[in-house]
T-cell receptor
Framework: QKEVEQDPGPLSVPEGAIVSLNCTYSNSAFQYFMWYRQYSRKGPELLMY????GNKEDGRFTAQVDKSSKYISLFIRDSQPSDSATYLCAMITAGAGSYQLTFGKGTKLSVIP | DAMVIQNPRYQVTQFGKPVTLSCSQTLNHNVMYWYQQKSSQAPKLLFHYYDKDFNNEADTPDNFQSRRPNTSFCFLDIRSPGLGDAAMYLCATSSGQIRTDTQYFGPGTRLTVL
């Protein structure tokens, strides 16, 4: 079983829809959670960073972490064609000297005008 | 105000011909990483430097080497590229402070092996 599971999609939604992207993980040592957006042929760009259970909001984006269920989500409200990209979840363990990200495989999202 | 810069953006090499990819950062971050990303796959960590301390992933082939001559620069050397090494190579940096840490990625270098 992989440490981080993420449905690769592809996911297609109409413009204006609410998008829900999810990852599950198996390692309880993961304490820091990130969502990256990666446009085609570009490097990943950090969207959201959280380290506690609950919700964190930034504009149209909301990151949700449920450590008891080992489940994280990214919600995109009022989705736009410019949101079309691959979304990668990533996690870091809490141990000292742990600077390594463990990535999900990424979900490819297309927002149709 | 580019923070993590990778050169070149596209690199074509011949099978077996050594190639070097470069990364520079203006963030003064302690940690620099090299990832390999193949199509529709998650980035795969090859190695990272914490300052001058080199940390190699167990499954990184010996064909891949890295150098970090100073804080700002890091290089990825592929000694004898094979067709399977064609991928996007991503450089990333972080401050190394775990509670506020995150990784900032460069735009990547897309390597083609002929």
């Amino acid at each position: 079983q992989k440490e981080v599971e993420q449905d690769p999609g592809p996911l297609s939604v109409p413009e204006g829809a609410i998008v829900s992207l999810n990852c599950t993980y198996s390692n309880s040592a993961f304490q820091y959670f990130m969502w990256y957006r990666q446009y085609s042929r570009k490097g990943p760009e950090l969207l959201m960073y959280t380290y506690s259970s609950g919700n964190k909001e930034d504009g149209r984006f909301t990151a949700q972490v449920d450590k008891s269920s080992k489940y994280i989500s990214l919600f995109i409200r009022d989705s736009q064609p410019s949101d079309s990209a691959t979304y990668l979840c990533a996690m870091i363990t809490a141990g000292a000297g742990s600077y390594q990200l463990t990535f999900g495989k990424g979900t490819k999202l297309s927002v149709i005008p | 105000d580019a923070m993590v810069i990778q050169n070149p953006r596209y690199q074509v090499t011949q099978f077996g011909k050594p190639v070097t990819l470069s990364c520079s950062q203006t963030l003064n971050h302690n940690v620099m990483y090299w990832y390999q990303q193949k199509s529709s796959q998650a980035p795969k960590l090859l190695f990272h430097y914490y300052d001058k301390d080199f940390n190699n992933e167990a499954d990184t082939p010996d064909n891949f080497q890295s150098r970090r001559p100073n804080t700002s620069f890091c290089f990825l050397d592929i000694r004898s590229p094979g067709l399977g090494d064609a991928a996007m190579y991503l450089c990333a940096t972080s401050s190394g402070q775990i509670r506020t840490d995150t990784q900032y990625f460069g735009p990547g270098t897309r390597l083609t092996v002929l």
